[in-house]
């Protein structure tokens, strides 16, 4: 009977566990559950969800900087067809099958030397996009099918879109998909004029506001309506 | 340590006390932003004005927004708010504006005397246009005269070709290049659903879970699209599945690359709905409630000859019937015939059958430029109708376009000869409708669906047809087997109008060259693959005398004594063309946004229906137009969809012991359809310079022919010599080859067959045998 009597008590002890590990397993996973939304909309290249990447990645307070590798600013403008096209593909490209990818981010992605090219990668600001060929292509010649009359509309010029004498310069360029700043500001590619003096300092719009001196003709603005 | 190039740390604080000061400032005065000075430093000139349009290449319809300085358009953006694109365009989008200021744009009308180009005025360029209509008219009959034109006409270029030509001068002689892309998915449509274009929309990607791209090279072709198959794939680990004859970097990319014989598509759609139905994958409910089972005729030939005719007869079958049809279908039958192994076949039907699966299918000229091309769009569409996954939200049977208004413009437009902007020239009702909006007399349209565009071309060298007018479009490039229809545009007694912005091959095949305003230099509006419609506005001056396609028309239509249909006013005609031709469209199953909408919205997806797009047709969840529950195909009179049976059958020419190769052609990202714009465009031309033959490496390697050797292709039509590429953009499968098309100075067409799929008149330009030699 005693025997019977410590049997069941385990037995009761044990069942007890089981609901109450079973209970606080459940509610481990209510805690745990994320409701999953159905659709994820592509959420790219908003101009005004500003800084994205420039909090995470690299350290961009701590880049090398080379004098003897650095570009120009005429450099930069080089291979793109006129201010904000997306670049060309300077150097020779061995595979052409592939979209890119891996094989232009593993320089592109975080930068660093290059001894064949004898300079230091530039970094892409949207790293997160693979189809790279999409948008930039290698010149595989030097010849034209026909000549273009095409212009470069103005660039704007460095250094003196500043509102006051020293306070920060305001951006002149559109930022859609340039969401990382340092990635053009602050590497060892950067050219020296518009390598920024304070990369440590990663909230960049916390400064510097947009002035493309732009009108988008499309955007409605807000106007207040007076009302008496 | 870090030195800063542009200032020091100390006077960098100075800056920073400056910035607090100014802070304050702006707190205590809101509003006040320094804009003057912050200006300093940017260009004096009036500043960059972006202004939205949709993009002038491909099908996708990409929103960009175009930068225009000082009247000169210097740069382009994507548009943010497009549901297209969402900001993001392909290298051709982004370089577009390129494209207007090559040197040698036609900016003066020039007539051919004495085999001379003589310029002249548009007025007597125009004069001549209208009085050799006439003439011809009256000397050959009204069918002697005809049009063609493309998907890339605006929506009022292709209406006022069509009222000209169908309701004023009574000749149903009106086609366009889309035959040559987009029409077996337009009769895909049509025979499964009795409606044009997908009843989904791209939004479609961002639910989905698996893609099957079937023969559709999208990271090339549409490549916007692409990006967001892999977006989706780095947010929700979706699933791309590249089914092709050809590895690409779309395989590359995709999660599995499946490779087969060409043709043999046809098997494999019907060992996929073999496998459904064995393994018990098939919706009952979807089935019974909304499909009907039919059947063709079958050994229906390649349109070789010269006035083939061909008229399908639908025959209602049992669900039993089809299951037997199918049987010669199973996996191991089809591995054999099109090298797929069995598991590639199941592994595909799996995820169709899965229900818990949502499953995009997207195709575009692999599954279109088929000599069955209308089969292989049902096919597809019967592995959708079988699984009930078709009409919502991720399930989506997707048919792309590749030019910026094959929708808009031929399809929905209806710049086809059998076509109107409203059904179809056969039937009474529609020709009345049509009569009336156009203030036409009903007897002036004709009820006989004259030439589809390879038998215009025929028509034209046996002399049926005098006159032709090519606006926008290329064919001298374009057309298969084309050096008998360049020997018959040249004939004595043919007179050709060429209507472009450039010197093209055909250009150079016309009597009079008109100058054409181009995209932005006019106003206007094309219509995408998901059925959006896009309005953009004039932003520059066209060159020279350039007129927009729309006013060329206009301006012959007056001369013709047609000034009482054509009474649109020079400023505001795009706006009455399009008012006019929406009321083609009324109700909920066709409405087009108005005007304003268009003009204020990053393009609006028709059915327009109160004020709202209907993004998803035929469900009565989202479409206002069923009138069924569930769902309502209300494009059949009973609301029912029809699954075929379409049995394979082999292409039109195939490799033998003589021709042993087969030619597949088709295009590269940079350039677009013959590349008479993109080649302007430098950064695209110095990317891709020239046209190639990619070979398999095993076959180069057994012949000794590395990149860059001369090689000579073939075919029972002709041969020419081409540059090798092993190991480049792509690899075709061995005992393959595949040649892109957009250069001129490599005229692939020459050799390709104008064989063409019998219900929808379509060229299959990625089969041919050909023969290859090192030379
Ligand atoms: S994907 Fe097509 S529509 Fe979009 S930018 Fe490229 S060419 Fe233009």
């Known amino acids: ?228 | 340590m870090y030195t800063s190039v542009l200032t020091d740390r100390r006077s960098f604080i100075k800056k920073m006390a400056m910035l607090s000061a100014m802070t304050a400032a702006a707190t205590m005065f809101p509003g006040i932003l320094f804009a003057e000075e912050q200006e300093r430093g940017l260009p004096k000139s009036k500043g960059l004005d972006w202004k939205k349009a949709p993009c002038r290449f491909c099908g996708v319809g990409c929103g960009v927004l175009v930068g225009i300085e000082n009247g000169k358009a210097v740069a382009v953006k994507g548009d943010p708010r497009s549901p297209v694109n969402k900001g993001l365009c392909c290298v051709k989008g982004y370089h577009s504006v390129i494209a207007i200021y090559g040197k040698d744009r036609l900016t003066k009308p020039l007539i051919k005397k004495n085999g001379k180009y003589v310029e002249t005025s548009m007025k007597e360029a125009l004069d001549l246009i209208a009085s050799k209509m006439k003439e011809t008219i009256k000397d050959h009959g009204k069918d002697a005269v005809s049009i063609y034109g493309s998907g890339q006409w605006t929506i009022p270029d292709g209406y006022v070709a069509s009222k000209l030509f169908k309701g004023c001068i009574g000749t149903n002689n009106v086609e366009a290049n889309a035959r040559l892309c987009m029409a077996s998915a337009v009769t895909g449509f049509m025979t499964s659903f009795g409606m044009d274009e997908p009843m989904g929309c791209y939004e479609d990607i961002d639910y989905a879970d698996v893609f099957v791209l079937w023969g559709n090279n999208m990271a090339e072709m549409h490549p916007v699209l692409f990006s967001r198959l892999l977006d989706q794939r780095s947010k929700r680990n979706v699933k791309i599945i590249d089914l092709a004859t050809r590895t690409t970097r779309t395989s590359k990319a995709s999660d599995r690359s499946i490779i087969f014989e060409p043709q043999t598509d046809l098997a494999i759609a019907n060992a996929i709905c073999y496998e459904i139905i064995k393994n018990g994958w098939v919706n009952k409910s979807f089935v019974e409630k909304h499909c009907n089972f039919n059947k063709g005729l079958t050994n229906i030939g390649y349109g070789l000859e010269d006035k083939f005719k061909f008229k399908d007869k639908p025959q209602k079958i049992s669900f039993d019937a089809y299951k037997k049809f199918l049987e010669d279908y199973t996996p191991e039958k089809v591995s054999k015939l099109s090298g797929v192994s069995v598991r590639d076949i199941k592994y595909m039907a799996s995820y169709y059958g899965d229900p818990n699966k949502k499953i995009m299918s997207l195709w575009c000229m692999g599954i279109n430029q088929h000599t069955r091309g209308t089969w292989m769009n049902n096919l597809v569409y019967n592995i959708h109708l079988l699984t009930g996954k078709i009409s919502e939200p991720g399930n989506s049977p997707f048919s792309l376009t590749g030019q910026p208004s094959a929708c808009g413009t031929v399809r929905e437009v209806g710049t086809l000869t059998h076509k109107l902007p409203y059904g179809v020239v056969m039937n009474k009702k529609h020709r009345e409708i049509a009569a009336k909006i156009w203030d036409v007399p009903v007897e002036n349209i004709s009820p006989k669906p004259t030439y589809h565009t390879v038998e215009m071309f025929r028509a034209l060298d046996r002399g049926d047809i005098r006159f032709m007018w090519i606006q926008v479009t290329n064919p001298m490039v374009t057309m298969p087997k084309l050096k008998r229809y360049r020997d018959a545009a040249k004939k004595e007694g043919r007179f050709i109008v060429v209507s472009d912005i450039y010197p093209t091959p055909t250009t150079d095949i016309a009597d009079v060259i008109l100058p054409a305003a181009m995209w932005i230099e006019r106003e206007g509006m094309y219509g995408n693959s998901e059925r959006r419609t896009q309005y953009f506005e004039q932003m520059i001056e066209p060159p020279g005398e350039a007129m927009s396609d729309t006013w060329q028309l206009i301006e012959v239509a007056k001369r013709l004594g047609y000034e009482k249909q054509f009474y649109y006013k020079k400023e505001t005609h795009i706006e009455e063309i399009y008012n006019e031709y929406t009321k083609f469209h009324k109700g909920k199953k066709h409405g087009m946004a108005p005007l304003e909408v268009l003009k204020k919205e990053s393009g609006v997806i028709w059915p327009y229906v109160d004020g709202k797009s209907t993004q998803w047709r035929f469900n009565a969840k989202y479409d206002p137009a069923t009138t069924k529950e569930g769902f309502d195909f209300y494009g059949k009179p009973d609301g029912k969809a029809i699954i075929w049976q379409r049995p394979y059958e082999p292409a039109a020419e195939e490799p033998d012991n003589e021709y042993p190769y087969w030619l597949n052609t088709g295009r590269v990202i940079e350039h677009w359809h013959s590349g008479s714009m993109t080649r302007r465009i430098p950064v695209l031309h110095k990317a891709m310079p020239f046209a190639y033959v990619e070979l398999n490496p095993e076959d180069a390697k057994r012949m000794k022919i590395k990149t860059g050797d001369k090689v000579k292709l073939t075919t029972r039509r002709g041969n020419i010599v081409l540059p090798a590429s092993v190991n480049e953009r792509g690899i075709p499968a061995p005992m393959q080859v595949f040649v892109p098309f957009f250069d001129e100075n490599f005229l692939i067409n020459d050799i390709t067959l104008d064989s063409f799929c019998p219900i929808s008149k379509e060229p299959d330009y990625k089969k041919c045998a050909v023969k290859i030699e090192k030379v």
């Open chain 1, 1 to 228: 009977m005693k025997r019977l009597t410590i049997i069941s008590l385990f037995t009761l002890l044990f069942a007890v566990f089981i609901i109450v590990w079973n209970f606080s397993y459940q509610s481990g996973l209510e805690e745990a559950y994320i409701p999953i939304n159905d659709k994820k909309s592509t959420s790219y290249f908003l101009e005004n969800d500003g800084m994205e990447y420039s909090k995470l990645d690299l350290d961009y307070s701590n880049m090398p900087f080379d004098e003897n590798h650095q570009r120009t600013l005429k450099e930069y403008y080089k291979n793109r067809a006129y201010y904000g096209a997306p670049p060309s593909i300077p150097h020779a490209v061995k595979e052409d099958l592939n979209i890119g990818g891996n094989s232009c981010l593993k320089c592109h992605q975080s930068g660093g030397f290059s001894e064949k090219f004898k300079a230091y990668a530039p970094i892409v600001p949207h790293p997160e996009m693979t189809n790279c060929k999409q948008c930039h292509v290698p010149q595989k010649r030097n010849t034209l099918f026909s000549e273009t009359n095409f212009k470069k509309g103005t660039i704007p010029k460095i250094g003196i879109n500043s509102a006051l004498t020293g306070s920060p310069p305001t951006i002149p360029h559109p930022i859609q998909m340039r969401k990382n700043c340092l990635s053009c500001h602050a590497t060892p590619s950067t050219p020296k004029e518009i390598r920024v003096s304070h990369p440590e300092r990663t909230d960049c719009m916390q400064c510097h506001v947009q002035n493309n001196n732009t009108k988008t003709s499309e955007l409605e603005i807000f106007i207040r309506k007076n009302t008496k």
